[in-house]
């Protein structure tokens, strides 16, 4: 399983998930505009995805023989577990954590930007062997 992780396709991995990382962030400061904290996180996660699942499709799974509608609703169920990860992780860091440490300033943004890193291992691995396989 480490092996995984050092292979040229996790590298692309992770740069082609952090483009739709910061397609997420952004999309969670533009809808917060007009929804809570918590409802723009799973819309920005929602946006995020679908251009995740484009550039993971062109970029870093190109083998998969998988017919494209499986392949999305396989990495929309394997993103179940990472949409509650990244919610989980959020919420938690700006309701709780952030406060407790005493921090005041860019508390949505900081925690928003550490629940988008948690289920990067776990996304891999799940559409390594799951969406694109």
């Not at 995020?48 to 550039?55: D, N, Q, S, Y």
């Not at 179940?80 to 860091?93: D, G, R």
């Amino acid at each position: 399983m480490i092996r995984d992780f050092l292979s040229p396709q996790f590298a692309a991995f992770v740069a082609t998930g952090g483009t739709a990382a910061a397609i997420n962030f952004g999309a969670r400061i533009l809808y917060n505009q007009w929804c809570s904290f918590s409802t723009a996180i799973i819309l920005a996660y929602a946006t995020g995805m679908a251009a995740a699942f484009v550039l993971a499709k062109l970029f870093v799974f190109r083998d998969s023989r998988r017919r494209l509608r499986d392949a999305w609703l396989i990495f929309c169920a394997v993103n179940l577990l990472a949409i509650a990860q990244t919610w989980l992780v959020s919420m938690c860091m700006a309701r709780y954590l952030l406060p407790a440490a005493g921090v005041t300033g860019f508390v949505p943004e900081l925690a928003h930007a550490a629940g988008i890193v948690v289920p990067v291992f776990s996304s891999y691995l799940g559409h390594k062997r799951l969406s694109f396989r």
